[in-house]
């Protein structure tokens, strides 16, 4: 029973971290580095929220997801049109979402701390494990035997190919920006809808971040990307589970993951290629 | 017509001159209002919980002596500091800094503007123009704790910390001490969800951390974590086990499921600084709020009232009595190695 119980908080707490990182997936083999995951999501978050608290929890999921892309595309626009640099114009994405939701807050809720709490009924119990498992059999579905997938990938690999072959670099970018935002965007619904109940304030906490490390983990490939975010979902669980246990300090259990993420960029855990033009602006 | 006309201009003339005199009343009111800053934690002023209870207190504060007030929410730790620098070269009467995290720029601001004064909730600042407000939480947690203990059915119960700091961790040594002066046999699962201002605001996390501790037959859970304690509140609701919320009154957020809340009355003191400072008896130094001024307390309304029976309150009252009479020390952490 507590084995059960133990798995399946390993698995919630990995579900907001592998939308994410299979969004940030699409985004990254197209090309565009994708810092604004943790901003993206944090919109996601606040979308969902606020449309479930009026229209119910499966509008607000769906709503999640457009919010996220809403973003996603504004950071498109940013770097694929204005071929700004990725890091900083994915910055001040994660800075624009920090906000302008307390700005939309305020307005909305006159509260600037997040949005009314949701009540049992208006957020989910265990349906987006099952929607996490869909987006990744999907996202492999996508990348491995769709001529899209093979467009992705090669958009990050050798543009220029693509270019030749008559198929906008452009228009790629674009297309796997709209998916990026739209599963970051469901991560962020998971988050606020699954598990908590509503926004709070900056209630990402990092996952972005840590969803991006284990993009780099899973070396860009949907199936290792979920079972970087697995694992990282496990060392989060078992850091709950032991606190409390004589002789382990609850802060070394907090620091495992950034030190897992540590070790794999060090190289130890393999090599992690990247793809071969990512964050370099497309101009023919 | 035009007699109509008339008519209806007379009333007009009349508004604008009322509003004219409105106008200069207003003007002449505020230039004697005090001004107060309050610069909140990260929690944000709607975290229904302390940040919440210190905003309380400047609302009532502007309602019943006329003061004005502006609020800021700490985003980033290291802005604290300009943000106060900039209230005080701006004029602001008092500032008001909530959270320990808050000391070191009351300090260094304070001894740049001695003429302004400030008040720091939860830590001690030794200038002449700062009042030092500190909470007997112990005593309160102690209270709470009994309630848990004499509600328990399996004799398990968990303290869900925020941040990891002497500050909760004196929240949990006074609450443990309540457990087990009703129950010695009691097990205590103590957690904390971080150890960054983070964990103030990581509801997410803190659901998890309680799910754990109910898988593990715990019954009762007193959060003390800020914005966080949301989190607790959705996994008792779920799991149908109690909760115990912390600084403000949170009984109401969900009836039937929280037992009651140990008060950490942040707006009466935040109240009082303003209220003395507007009648000129404003003076630095340390204020101590516990059991016996009602600046620590536990919360019964109508949200709890069918969850505590007679014979607990009874007992809890009991204990207070005995606290207040120096007959039951509660352990503070603060003193631990004395």
């Known amino acids: 029973m507590i084995a059960l119980a133990f798995f399946i908080s390993i698995i919630r707490m990995a579900t907001p971290l592998v939308f994410a990182s299979l969004g940030g997936m699409f985004s990254e083999r197209s090309g565009v580095i994708n810092i604004a995951l943790e901003g993206i999501m944090l919109f996601g978050a606040f979308t969902a929220a606020f449309v479930s608290l009026s229209m119910g929890k499966e ?32 910055t001040a994405i994660n800075l ?22 949701l009540s049992m009924d208006q957020r989910f119990s265990n349906l987006p494990i ?54 970051a965007g469901f991560g962020g619904a998971s988050l606020s809808l699954f598990l908590a109940s509503g926004y709070t304030r900056n209630m990402v906490a990092g996952r972005g971040f840590m969803a991006l490390a284990a993009l780099i983990f899973g070396k860009w490939k949907p199936v290792p990307t979920f079972l970087a975010c697995i694992l990282f979902g496990a060392f989060e669980a078992v850091q709950i589970r032991l606190q409390g246990a004589e002789g382990i300090p609850p802060e070394f259990l907090q620091i495992l993951p950034y030190l897992a993420t540590v070790l794999v960029l060090a190289g130890f855990v393999g090599k992690a290629v990247a793809p071969k033009v990512i964050g370099i602006p497309w101009k023919r | 017509m035009y007699f109509i006309e008339k008519k209806v201009r007379l009333p007009a003339m009349k508004k604008i001159l009322i509003s004219l005199c409105f106008l200069v009343l207003t003007v002449s009111s505020s230039a004697w209002a005090l001004n107060v800053a309050l610069v909140l934690d990260k929690g944000g002023k709607d975290d229904k919980s302390f940040n919440s209870a210190a905003f309380a207190g400047v609302e009532k ?81 102690y209270l709470v704790g009994a309630v848990a203990a004499m509600k328990s059915k399996t004799g398990k119960i968990g303290f869900l910390g925020g941040m990891d700091v002497p500050l909760i961790r004196r929240f949990a040594m006074g609450f443990e001490a309540g457990v087990k002066k009703i129950n010695p046999k009691a097990e205590i699962l103590e957690n904390y969800i971080g150890v960054t201002g983070e964990a103030w605001n990581n509801p997410a996390k803190a659901k998890e951390l309680s799910l754990a501790m109910f898988s593990k037959n715990v019954d009762v859970i007193f959060a003390a974590a800020g914005a966080s304690n949301y989190g607790l509140f959705d996994a008792a609701e779920e799991k149908r086990k109690y909760a115990i919320g912390v600084d403000s009154n949170q009984n109401w957020i969900k009836p039937g499921t929280i037992l009651t809340s140990m008060l950490k009355r942040v707006d009466v003191a935040v109240f009082d600084a303003a209220k003395d400072l507007k009648e000129g008896k404003f003076k630095g130094g340390t204020v101590r709020f516990g059991l016996a001024n009602q600046g620590i307390d536990y919360a019964m309304d109508e949200h709890n009232k069918s969850l505590i029976t007679k014979e607990i309150k009874t007992k809890v009252e009991q204990l207070k009595k005995d606290i207040l009479s120096g007959k039951i020390v509660v352990p503070d952490y603060y003193k631990r190695n004395e």
């Not at chain 1, 607000?60 to 114009?89: C, D, E, K, P, T």
């Not at chain 1, 909305?108 to 009314?116: N, Q, V």
């Open chain 1, 96 to 117: 624009l979402a920090m906000g302008l939701i307390p700005l939309f807050l305020k307005s909305l809720y006159d509260s600037t701390g997040g949005t009314p709490s």
């Open chain 2, 61 to 141: 504060a502007k309602k019943e002596l006329g003061i004005t007030y502006k609020y800021v929410e700490t985003m980033d730790d290291t802005a604290v500091e300009a943000t106060m620098r900039s209230f005080a070269a701006k004029k602001y009467d008092l500032i008001i800094g909530v959270g320990f995290s808050m000391a070191e720029a009351v300090k260094k601001v304070s001894k740049q503007y001695p003429n302004i004064s400030f008040a720091l909730v939860d830590a001690e600042v030794d200038h002449p123009n700062v009042r030092s407000l500190l909470f007997e939480e112990h005593q309160g947690s």
């Open chain 1, 130 to 183: 099952l929607f996490m498992i869909i987006a990744l059999a999907g996202a492999w579905f996508v990348m491995k035997k769709t001529s899209f997938g093979l467009n992705v990938s090669v958009a990050g690999e050798n543009p220029e190919a693509l270019d030749a072959a008559g198929i906008s670099v452009i228009l790629v970018r674009y297309q796997s920006l709209a998916v990026c935002g739209l599963l």
């Open chain 1, 59 to 90: 509008l607000g999921f769906v709503a999640g997801g457009l919010g996220g892309m809403s973003l996603a595309l504004i950071y498109g626009l940013i770097v694929i049109h204005g071929r700004a640099n990725q890091i900083v114009a994915g």
